[in-house]
């Protein structure tokens, strides 16, 4: 089961980029990592998934260099509204393997 | 389209006592998911469903038990509840496998176990 570890916390002002890193150093060759932002009293939301190199949608972006053993989710000039708690998950095919990080507290202020 | 729902919202219970988390889904998915979120801990998948009628144990099954007779229901039980239980619960489903495919989450159910 890939461990996976994430910062508690990052502040940021807006407008501002903000990079997250997660590491999962026993990532499987068939695992993906996906990334998740929940709001207070609500259930995760899928922002972005990827299994290597770079991968871009219209709220962020995912880099996984060569070895996969970490990704870093990029949010390009963030708001308030992007205050949230973000999730690592790396998952595999094998049913029941998969690993949330604790998740990283954003706090973007003015 | 409600995508996903789960009831009760709340709930609060006594050592000991029983009871049942109903989540629904609307999109036709063959996967669910039940997940425990404690502070600092994630999300932790307690059992899963590939397709109605089938059910399997995640990271942390013990003291729940699920079912699956509608495809497009999914029912976590407690049958003896304890303090360690206190948690919020999510319910998730997929199209297809939920490392590789985008999950669905519910709003949660929060329960306390006194």
């Known amino acids: 089961l890939a461990k996976t570890t994430q910062p508690i916390s990052m502040d940021s002002y807006e407008g501002q980029e903000v990079n997250i890193t997660c590491s999962h150093n026993?990532?499987?060759?068939?695992?993906?990592i996906t990334w998740y932002q929940q709001f207070p009293s609500q259930g995760p939301r899928f922002i972005i998934q990827g299994y290597k190199t770079k991968v871009t949608n219209e709220v962020a972006s995912l880099f996984i260099p060569a070895d996969r053993k970490s990704s870093t989710l990029s949010l390009p000039r963030v708001s308030l509204s992007d205050t949230a708690v973000y999730y690592c998950?790396?998952?595999?095919?094998?049913?029941?393997?998969?690993?949330f990080g604790a998740g990283t507290q954003v706090v973007v202020t003015p | 389209n409600a995508g996903v729902t789960q009831t009760p919202k709340f709930r609060v219970l006594k050592t000991g006592q029983s009871m049942t988390l109903l989540c629904a889904q609307d999109m036709n998915h063959e996967y669910m998911y039940w997940y425990r979120q404690d502070p600092g801990m994630g999300l932790r998948l307690i059992h899963y469903s590939v397709g109605e009628g089938t059910t399997a144990k995640g990271e942390v099954p013990d003291g729940y038990n699920v079912s699956r007779l509608k495809k497009q229901n999914f029912l976590l039980g407690l049958e003896s509840a304890a303090p360690s239980q206190t948690s919020v619960y999510f319910c998730?489903?997929?199209?297809?496998?939920?490392?590789?495919?985008?999950?669905?989450f519910g709003p949660g159910t929060r329960l306390t176990v006194t």
């Open positions: 998950l790396v998952g595999t095919d094998s049913w029941g393997k998969l690993q």
């Open positions: 998730a489903s997929s199209q297809g496998l939920a490392g590789r495919y985008e999950q669905y």
């Open positions: 026993n990532i499987a060759t068939n695992d993906y």
